[in-house]
């Protein structure tokens, strides 16, 4: 089977960075993705890691090590709209099926 | 707007009825996913559909099944309802070119209500 591990809650400042990390064991790997999901809507897509290092976009970013089962989302120059929950989902396949976490609330101060 | 859409928005009926969710994919894609979301709960993989057919199996109940039809919309159906079912639905869909991954695109979901 597989599982995901993440922390529930995470509480920052306006203007911070945020690190939400995320464990994983599986029994296949091909990927790591991160999904955004704030109250009452959709998940939306955030990054995607298949290879090991860090893969950025805008303010986002996300890394991976494989040898670890490890990977995290950094969220930088935190802003109020930000605040929503982050799930971390593996690909255990070559398809394109996820395995998502529990998932971490993020909660953005001013 | 992710061009998924997703039919009824809401729905509340009693324990024991059943009833069906419709989804449309985003022009283009092949694949259908289905997910439960329970309060303050992930997503739990339902099903993935192909072009059709079922492509992979999740942690569905016996008391749900899901079909993809000609025209590439999807149909969850739960029937003898639980209060446990209570839940969102979401349906998505991606391209399938496999080796590469292809991000999901989720629909707005369907809040079902059993009462």
């Known amino acids: 089977g597989q599982s995901l591990e993440q922390p529930s809650e995470v509480t920052a400042v306006e203007g911070a960075i945020v690190q939400i990390n995320c464990t994983y064991q599986?029994?296949?790997?091909?990927?790591l993705s991160w999904y955004q999901q704030h109250d009452g809507g959709a998940p939306t897509f955030l990054s995607y890691?298949?290879?090991?290092g860090l893969e950025e976009t805008g303010r986002f970013s996300s890394f991976l090590s494989r040898s670890d089962s490890y990977g995290y989302l950094l969220l930088q120059e935190l802003q109020m709209k930000d605040s929503a929950s982050y799930f971390c989902?593996?690909?255990?396949?070559?398809?394109?099926?996820?395995?998502f976490g529990g998932g971490t609330r993020l909660m953005v101060k001013p | 707007d992710s061009g998924v859409t997703q039919t009824p928005k809401h729905l509340i009926t009693a324990t024991g009825q059943r009833v069906t969710l419709r989804c449309s994919p985003r022009?283009?894609?092949?694949?259908v996913y289905w997910y439960q979301q329970s309060l303050d709960q992930g997503l739990q993989f339902l099903i993935q559909?192909?072009?059709?057919?079922?492509?992979a199996k999740g942690n569905i109940l016996e008391r749900f099944s899901a079909q993809q039809f000609p025209d590439l919309h999807s149909e969850l159906n739960l029937s003898s309802l639980e209060l446990g079912d209570s839940a969102l639905y979401f349906c998505?869909?991606?391209?399938?070119?496999?080796?590469?991954?292809?991000?999901?695109?989720f629909g707005p979901g369907t809040r079902l209500t059993v009462l």
């Open positions: 998505a869909s991606s391209v399938e070119l496999a080796p590469s991954y292809n991000e999901q695109f």
């Open positions: 599986t029994s296949g790997f091909y990927g």
């Open positions: 890691n298949a290879l090991d």
């Open positions: 989902a593996v690909r255990i396949y070559a398809g394109n099926m996820l395995t």
């Open positions: 022009s283009g894609d092949l694949s």
């Open positions: 559909y192909y072009n059709g057919e079922e492509r």
